[in-house]
């Protein structure tokens, strides 16, 4: 197994020398001349990855063990699989459970209809997932957004290659307000990123499908974005966030249910900031 840490030049540690005391010699470092950016960063892993198979693990994430042994289990039974994935736990960034990804299904093997299941919505982290080398090769890197660069990633795959599964739980993704994904929450430009990737997803999809699928999409993620914007005001009382991720929903998807929720979530704010003023 090649283990390799690639650095996109950070500022914040002496990387290789913590990867030099942890590894012992046998993780690898390779750190960027200059900050290139997520997607390039991601492209210069699979550039410099010589294996059959390939897991990008971002620095905040964890696998379980028997992870690797579980996902090699899966390419081995599945030779037409493109790509093997398990079920996640969500933690926060003290480690604390949030919440566990409901199974794709409750059976080990290859999903079925996972294409349109795929392109609806996003179901599948880095951390979960790993990918056979050829695939890469043949489709490309990721590319066009920051946030949901892997969502149009695996729908692209789901095009061409069937998906192994196992609903076990194997990987720890991690969400907390200083990632990349966090800071993209306060500004709502990951809901920008999110209906440029629904555009993407399009080219991947039967005519018959593209836009039952679309809809679908973009109704998921603008309830998404009220969600989102209230937990913007309850933990951090950050109105002009809330206005963002409003604005941005409302590109997405409007309807009277979504009207009703920000009527809703206007109210409230008003009576708290009534009450605190008292």
Same mark, same amino acid.
């Given at each position: 197994?090649?283990?390799?840490?690639?650095?996109?030049?950070?500022?914040?540690?002496?990387?290789?020398?913590?990867?030099?005391?942890?590894?012992?010699?046998?993780?690898?470092?390779?750190?960027?001349?200059?900050?290139?950016?997520? &997607?390039?960063?991601?492209?210069?892993?699979?550039?410099?990855?010589?294996?059959?198979?390939?897991?990008?693990?971002?620095?905040?994430?964890?696998?379980?063990?028997?992870?690797?042994?579980?996902?090699?289990?899966?390419?081995?039974?599945?030779?037409?699989?493109?790509?093997?994935?398990?079920?996640?736990?969500?933690?926060?960034?003290?480690?604390?459970?949030?919440?566990?990804?409901?199974?794709?299904?409750?059976?080990?093997?290859?999903?079925?209809?996972?294409?349109?299941?795929?392109?609806?919505?996003?179901?599948?982290?880095?951390?979960?997932?790993?990918?056979?080398?050829?695939?890469?090769?043949?489709?490309?890197?990721?590319?066009?957004?920051?946030?949901?660069?892997?969502?149009?990633?695996?729908?692209?795959?789901?095009?061409?290659?069937?998906?192994?599964?196992?609903?076990?739980?194997?990987?720890?993704?991690?969400?907390?307000?200083?990632?990349?994904?966090?800071?993209?929450?306060?500004?709502?430009?990951?809901?920008?990123?999110?209906?440029?990737?629904?555009? &993407?997803?399009?080219?991947? &999809?039967?005519?018959?499908?593209?836009?039952?699928?679309?809809?679908?999409?973009?109704?998921?993620?603008?309830?998404?974005?009220?969600?989102?914007?209230?937990?913007?005001?309850?933990?951090?009382?950050?109105?002009?966030?809330?206005?963002?991720?409003?604005?941005?929903?409302?590109?997405?998807?409007?309807?009277?249910?979504?009207?009703?929720?920000?009527?809703?979530?206007?109210?409230?704010?008003?009576?708290?900031?009534?009450?605190?003023?008292?």
């Amino acid at each position: 197994m090649q283990i390799e840490v690639v650095d996109d030049a950070s500022t914040d540690a002496n990387v290789e020398a913590l990867v030099k005391q942890i590894g012992g010699g046998r993780i690898a470092y390779f750190r960027q001349p200059e900050n290139v950016g997520s &997607l390039r960063n991601f492209e210069t892993c699979i550039n410099r990855s010589r294996g059959e198979l390939i897991h990008i693990l971002h620095g905040d994430d964890l696998v379980r063990l028997g992870f690797y042994e579980k996902l090699a289990y899966l390419f081995s039974k599945y030779p037409e699989a493109g790509a093997a994935f398990c079920r996640y736990n969500c933690i926060d960034e003290n480690g604390k459970s949030l919440y566990v990804k409901s199974p794709e299904s409750s059976q080990e093997g290859v999903l079925t209809d996972w294409l349109l299941t795929i392109a609806e919505r996003q179901r599948i982290q880095y951390a979960a997932i790993a990918v056979r080398r050829e695939v890469y090769e043949k489709l490309g890197s990721f590319y066009g957004v920051n946030y949901g660069e892997d969502w149009e990633m695996w729908v692209r795959i789901a095009r061409h290659y069937p998906f192994a599964y196992t609903p076990s739980i194997l990987a720890d993704y991690r969400k907390h307000p200083h990632s990349i994904s966090g800071k993209k929450y306060l500004t709502g430009q990951y809901l920008k990123d999110i209906y440029i990737v629904t555009e &993407l997803i399009q080219s991947h &999809l039967p005519i018959e499908s593209k836009q039952h699928i679309l809809r679908r999409s973009r109704r998921y993620y603008a309830s998404y974005g009220i969600k989102m914007a209230q937990n913007s005001w309850t933990k951090l009382k950050d109105e002009q966030a809330v206005n963002l991720q409003i604005k941005h929903a409302l590109k997405l998807h409007k309807s009277p249910w979504i009207y009703w929720s920000i009527a809703k979530l206007y109210i409230k704010l008003a009576l708290d900031k009534a009450w605190r003023s008292v």
